[in-house]
């Protein structure tokens, strides 16, 4: 319980951070964190998954395992619901991963992850590795198995409060 709950307090503070506003709901049916704007309708609804790393001792890098709800994930996207992967290290918080529960599904349903024999639920074990060299800034990738999830990482501007509004075509002139 710990270890989910300072998660989801690190993902409300990186919303925050980004100027975007977080609630918590008092009953938790699903959805841990609402994120939302004061100047825009939208809201996204976060469902935050934390996991432990497991440093490797060779490489710059982690891994970890995230446990999903196969109900949940199964479910009608409607409304959309983003789960917010969030990884605890022993120096503090690595890359977090923001992925729609759509995209969850898709990746699932071409054999990202494993089904948990125990609980049933959805297990990714998700490789964080850091190309270039440690001390220059690397880029991170994230995988799980053969699939690249490194689009995912930080990807706090696909929540639709943090999506760049669309422009508004100006109507031609006469």
Not at 58 to 77: E, N
Not at 78 to 96: I, M
Not at 132 to 160: H, M, R
Request: glycine fraction near 8%; aromatic fraction near 8%; include cysteine.
């Amino acid at each position: 319980m710990f270890t989910g709950g300072s998660g989801q307090m690190a993902v409300i503070a990186e919303l925050l951070l980004r100027q975007c506003n977080a609630a918590v709901p008092h009953v938790d049916v699903g959805t841990d964190v609402f994120a939302m704007s004061d100047d825009r309708e939208d809201v996204a609804r976060i469902q935050v998954k934390t996991a432990r790393a497991n440093e490797y001792k060779k490489d710059t890098g982690y891994r970890a395992s995230f446990d999903i709800p196969m109900g949940q994930l199964k479910r009608t996207d409607k409304p959309p619901l983003f789960y917010a992967l969030a990884v605890r290290k022993k120096d503090g918080w690595g890359a977090f991963l923001i992925i729609s529960r759509n995209s969850l599904q898709t990746l699932w349903n071409e054999g990202c992850g494993s089904e948990n024999r125990e609980s049933g639920n959805l297990q990714l074990v998700v490789q964080y590795r850091a190309e270039g060299s440690p001390q220059a800034n690397p880029i991170w990738t994230a995988n799980c198995g053969v699939f690249d999830l490194s689009k995912y990482l930080e990807a706090w501007e696909t929540l639709p409060p943090l999506m760049q509004p669309e422009e508004i075509a100006s109507p031609p002139q006469a």
